[in-house]
């Protein structure tokens, strides 16, 4: 389902990621997702919820600390089939995808992340997913 002006989510949006962004970046299409290395993603993803950002700053590869951004899609998006479909319907982790850049427009730096069990939790649950052959991102 896109969203269209009249029927857009809450916002503010957010990204979480290890990448070092400044205002005016766009955070484009073609790398790897946080939660696979397995290929390029044709998406963006971003929430509006500061749970599913810290996630994604807390688990995404490279190197650096984890950060939050505050963004603007540029074009069209829908509901996340990864987790709207799979895991959570309805969309209550209010998370989205786009195929276009999203505008970074501030950075979120006072959230607080998770404890370091919560993160070996989430950590050993992905593993278990790739063991499984279950990790797989409907792009």
């Not at 995808?97 to 993160?119: C, F, K, M, N, Y």
């Not at 997913?129 to 792009?139: N, P, S, V």
Request: a negative charge; proline letters at 6%.
């Amino acid at each position: 389902m896109s969203h269209a002006e009249s029927n857009t989510p809450a916002q503010p949006f957010l990204h979480g990621t290890k990448a070092d962004l400044t205002t005016g970046d766009m955070i484009k299409v073609g790398y790897k997702s946080n939660f696979t290395t397995e290929k390029l993603l044709s998406w963006v993803y971003f929430t509006c919820t500061i749970e599913a950002a810290t996630w994604g700053a807390e688990l995404a590869t490279g190197e650096g600390r984890g950060r939050i951004y505050v963004v603007k899609p540029t074009g069209p998006f829908e509901d996340d089939p990864n987790l709207t479909d799979k895991k959570f319907p309805g969309n209550p982790t209010q998370s989205y995808r786009s195929r276009e850049p999203l505008l970074v427009i501030g950075e979120v730096t006072d959230w607080q992340p998770h404890t370091a069990q919560q993160l070996q939790q989430m950590k050993d649950g992905l593993t278990l997913l790739r063991a499984e052959g279950k990790d797989i991102i409907i792009d």
